[in-house]
């Protein structure tokens, strides 16, 4: 959810700068007009002003640039990445009028290398009535796991969609338990249903904060199961590695279509053997 009191404090504290910055230029405009009242060396020092009018700049500035951030070109890094398997772990559109789009973007995608997916929870609640994956060239992971053969080693990848939770055991249970698992779910709070069943969980869901501020952290903090905000990168929860992406887009809903301090993310994950060939499901991303 957004965090409504980092809102209050954000727009409050705008609303003060651009107050302080407005009366000081209307004070400076009059006297330059001639129809100021008292002496130049009356009321705040003049300090005062030049800082409101530094922070109106600077909010100016930062807020131009939140529009900006968003549209950096990282997905055209992926090919200079040069993956053996690029994956996608779900809410590609936040409107309908996007599918084509959508669709475009995982073909070409497809082209550098297989794609598979899941489905978030925009596709599992919001366009049931229409599938944004066909046409896509996604292969959707929907319960299956998937040998993929990579550099001389043998990985298993699974995953399954939103709501569909209750499939988890047997999705992990179509993955060899002596094979490196690599598991696909929009929300990180699913490695406490995965915890101990497979070895990486790959997320999203979050957008990183997609609006994060110095002092205050992210203000758009996306929290689901277990109430807890999953921000972004890779950690170890429990006996699972969890890597949770920015994502490239953006929430929908009321929610501001800007990204601030939190970049688009494409991420590259190299998985290496902890001890020579083994395939015994040892590595560590």
């Given amino acids: 959810?957004?965090?409504?009191?980092?809102?209050?404090?954000?727009?409050?504290?705008?609303?003060?700068?651009?107050?302080?910055?407005?009366?000081?230029?209307?004070?400076?405009l009059a006297r330059r007009l001639g129809r100021g009242a008292g002496s130049p060396e009356s009321g705040p020092p003049r300090w005062v002003g030049r800082v409101a009018l530094a922070l109106m700049v600077l909010s100016v500035v930062v807020v131009a640039w939140s529009f900006v951030e968003p549209y950096f070109p990282v997905v055209e890094l992926v090919r200079e990445l040069d993956p053996h398997v690029i994956v996608f772990t779900g809410d590609g559109i936040n409107s309908e009028e996007a599918i084509p789009v959508f669709r475009r973007t995982m073909r070409a995608l497809t082209e550098?290398?297989?794609?598979?997916?899941?489905?978030?929870?925009?596709?599992?609640?919001?366009?049931?009535?229409?599938?944004?994956?066909d046409g896509s060239g996604i292969e959707e992971l929907s319960g299956e796991g998937v040998p993929l053969a990579v550099a001389g080693q043998e990985i298993w990848l699974?995953?399954?969609?939103?709501?569909?939770e209750h499939e988890i055991e047997h999705a992990v249970a179509a993955m060899p338990e002596d094979r490196y698992r690599v598991f696909l779910h929009h929300y990180p709070a699913a490695w406490k249903l995965l915890d101990g069943k497979v070895d990486l969980l790959l997320s999203g869901d979050t957008h990183g904060g997609q609006i994060v501020l110095p002092f205050l952290g992210p203000l758009v903090r996306i929290a689901r199961w277990d109430g807890r905000f999953y921000e972004s990168g890779l950690a170890r929860l429990g006996d699972l590695w969890v890597y949770v992406n920015r994502g490239i887009g953006m929430e929908g809903g009321g929610v501001p279509r800007t990204r601030f301090l939190c970049p688009p993310e494409v991420t590259l994950i190299e998985l290496v053997p902890d001890e020579g060939p083994s395939q015994?499901?040892?590595?560590?991303p």
């Fill in 112 to 133: 550098i290398a297989p794609v598979f997916g899941v489905r978030g929870n925009w596709e599992s609640w919001w366009f049931t009535h229409v599938d944004s994956f």
């Fill in 158 to 164: 699974g995953g399954i969609a939103v709501d569909s």
């Fill in 1 to 28: 959810m957004v965090s409504i009191v980092r809102f209050a404090i954000v727009l409050a504290a705008a609303v003060i700068v651009w107050v302080v910055g407005l009366g000081f230029g209307a004070r400076w």
């Fill in 280 to 284: 015994s499901g040892t590595s560590s």
